[in-house]
């Protein structure tokens, strides 16, 4: 089985996301036969520029090599994509919303043609369904809650690319519910993950 590993927060050291992460793929690893791709999209990756929209919406068989070269890391994360078979992914909230790390991968696993088509009926997600489990932390927005613009963002988008089963772990409010809301999701992620 492979696992696709996605992380975003910016810290390292006491990350919360990165800890549960951890955890939860340690929980899958126990259960089968598992090999770990890791995505650390807080290390950086480029904003979507003019000659990446360019280069996007030209047919591959037209594209110039400058216009491929610039396709090369979107192509990468794309196949990271393709090929997991569980996705991980840990997302603090920030502002509300996701880190702008995330955001810069979104736009650069959204692919036409690749990931998701527009069909008679409207967008068709091209991404084979699997489970993903999405890690929420948060210090005081709620998951769920009506400022929280992170946990359906994502579960949209990732239906947007053909997965819908996914699951959302919310390790939110820790600055008001500290260490008893992490107990708590350390059960969930024993108890439920399979
Ligand atoms: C730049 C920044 C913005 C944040 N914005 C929010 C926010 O809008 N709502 C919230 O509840 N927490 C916010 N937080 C707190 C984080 O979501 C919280 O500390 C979380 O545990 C971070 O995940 P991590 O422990 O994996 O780094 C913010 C933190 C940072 C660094």
């Known amino acids: 089985m492979k696992i696709l590993r996605i992380d975003s927060s910016a810290r390292y050291e006491n990350s919360v996301s990165r800890q549960l992460v951890d955890e939860l793929i340690e929980k899958l690893q126990k259960d089968s036969d598992t090999e770990v791709a890791t995505r ?9 520029d003019e000659p990446m ?3 996007y919406n ?5 594209r110039t090599p400058e216009q491929k070269e610039i396709l090369e890391l979107s192509n ?3 196949s990271e994509l393709q090929s997991a078979d569980v996705i991980v992914m840990g997302v603090p909230i920030y502002n509300f919303s996701v880190p702008a790390a995330l955001k810069a991968y979104i ?3 959204a692919r036409a043609g690749l990931t998701f088509e527009y069909s008679s009926q409207g967008p068709k997600g091209l991404l084979r ?3 993903t489990y999405i890690i929420i932390t948060s ?17 949209h988008f990732f239906s947007f690319l053909g997965i819908t089963d996914v699951e959302i772990i919310a390790a939110d409010s820790l600055s008001r519910t500290g260490s008893d809301k992490l107990t708590q999701v350390r059960q969930q992620i024993l108890s439920n993950v399979a």
Do not use: M, N, W
Not at 141 to 149: A, K, L, M, N, R
């Open 107 to 109: 736009d650069l696993v």
């Open 76 to 78: 990468q994360l794309v």
């Open 139 to 155: 210090g005081g927005t709620p998951v769920g809650s009506e400022i929280d613009y992170t946990s359906g963002y994502l579960k």
């Open 58 to 62: 030209t047919p591959e068989e037209d």
């Open 40 to 48: 650390d999209v807080a290390k950086g990756l480029p904003f979507v």
């Open 53 to 55: 929209v360019v280069a």
């Open 129 to 131: 369904d699997r489970k």
